[in-house]
T-cell receptor, first 110, second 116 residues
Framework: RKEVEQDPGPFNVPEGATVAFNCTYSNSASQSFFWYRQDCRKEPKLLMSVYSSGNEDGRFTAQLNRASQYISLLIRDSKLSDSATYLCVVNRYSNYQLIWGAGTKLIIKP | DTGVSQDPRHKITKRGQNVTFRCDPISEHNRLYWYRQTLGQGPEFLTYFQNEAQLEKSRLLSDRFSAERPKGSFSTLEIQRTEQGDSAMYLC??????????????FGPGTRLLVL
């Protein structure tokens, strides 16, 4: 079983719709959680960190459920420019290794 | 541009050859990381430096791989006797240090390696 699991998609979503991604992680000792975005053939870029209390940045909302070891990302009012792969990332134990999911591909259609 | 830079951006080599990649982190970033990414997968951690000290190495980093950060600034990743399975994108990231586990890692554009 992979340490971080995501639905690979692709999610084909009309512009303006709301889309949600989920991610599960296996190590209960994980301490930091992130969503990264990666455009085709580009490097990953941090979208947002994920906190236990949940956090929002504009159209993006991230939630963490430690009991269920589950992370979510909600994108509201999706734009064509949101088309990308979204990677769920977990920090392992008490060191600096980031453990990455394989990513969920999102395609926003006009 | 003061982001993380990597050189070369692309490398094609024949099996059995040695290759070396360079990463220049963001100025004054103490921590530097190397990752490898294959098609359809997320990046996989390879190794991490705090200044010039290599503090962690993944089991993925076989004895054909060596990384250095001699002066605590730029880093090199060398792959000896390349194999076709080494074909991947090699990503370098840096972070300021002192920010704890949650500090942001900033990625360079990557070096895309193809081993023929």
């Amino acid at each position: 079983r992979k340490e971080v699991e995501q639905d690979p998609g692709p999610f084909n979503v009309p512009e303006g719709a709301t889309v949600a991604f989920n991610c599960t992680y296996s190590n209960s000792a994980s301490q930091s959680f992130f969503w990264y975005r990666q455009d085709c053939r580009k490097e990953p870029k941090l979208l947002m960190s994920v906190y236990s209390s949940g956090n929002e940045d504009g159209r993006f909302t991230a939630q963490l459920n430690r009991a269920s070891q589950y992370i979510s990302l909600l994108i509201r009012d999706s734009k064509l420019s949101d088309s990308a792969t979204y990677l769920c990332v977990v920090n392992r134990y008490s060191n600096y290794q980031l453990i990455w999911g394989a990513g969920t591909k999102l395609i926003i259609k006009p | 541009d003061t982001g993380v830079s990597q050189d070369p951006r692309h490398k094609i080599t024949k099996r059995g050859q040695n290759v070396t990649f360079r990463c220049d982190p963001i100025s004054e970033h103490n921590r530097l990381y190397w990752y490898r990414q294959t098609l359809g997968q997320g990046p996989e951690f390879l190794t991490y430096f705090q200044n010039e000290a290599q503090l962690e190495k993944s089991r993925l980093l076989s004895d054909r791989f060596s990384a250095e950060r001699p002066k605590g600034s730029f880093s090199t990743l060398e792959i000896q006797r390349t194999e076709q399975g080494d074909s991947a994108m090699y990503l370098c990231a840096s972070s300021p240090g002192g920010g704890g586990l949650g500090e942001t890692q900033y990625f360079g554009p990557g070096t895309r390696l193809l081993v023929l």
